[in-house]
């Protein structure tokens, strides 16, 4: 487990610099569609890791690690991307409800992911578990996809933030 954080860790430090050069201009609700489907590549990862079983420990455990590190992509491209979509959906009056909101999710997922896993990884030696997990992963992407229309350029992220006109001095009498 150790390795795996380590290879996650060290995933987010060197993807950060070039992850948000990436990003820029780009948009956002195709950023979190590649995060679904670069998720739902870890957990595949993750499960074939578990086909190897005990015949080759080294194989699974280096399964495991990519897995951690593919998922370290993942969050780092997501990291930039969520919150900046919140507060371009988010009025300024509400702004401070959508982002508690946005933050509220992941203690959420933090409580119902291990209470509803424990079922599925006991059934069917986890092949059910990776399957919903995936299959998740992929429908958020589809849902990120269709947010699109719905949004403004701006909001998406497409357009570079228009800065307002600098006045030019009048020439003095």
Known sequence: MA???AGNTVMIVLAQLLVIKRL?????????ALVGA???GAWLVLGAAGLVGAGDALLA?????????????????????????TNALATDEL????????????????????????PLIGAADGKVWVA???????????L????????????DGR??????PVPVPAPAA
Not at 67 to 83: K, Q, R
Not at 132 to 142: E, K, Q
Not at 159 to 164: E, I, K, R
């Open 38 to 40: 670069v998720f739902a």
């Open 24 to 32: 820029e201009g780009r948009s956002r609700t195709g950023a979190l």
């Open 61 to 85: 455990a280096l399964g495991v690690v990519a897995c951690s590190a593919i998922f370290g992509f993942g969050e780092t491209m997501l990291s930039p991307v969520m919150p900046a979509l």
């Open 132 to 142: 919903f997990v995936v299959g998740g992963c992929l429908l958020a992407s589809l």
């Open 144 to 155: 990120a996809l269709s947010l699109r229309r719905l949004l403004t350029p701006g909001q």
């Open 3 to 5: 390795w795996a954080l």
């Open 95 to 118: 702004r401070g409800r959508y982002n508690a909101m946005s933050s509220m999710i992941f203690g959420i997922s933090g409580v119902i992911g291990p209470v509803t896993a424990g």
């Open 159 to 164: 357009s570079p933030a228009v800065a307002p």
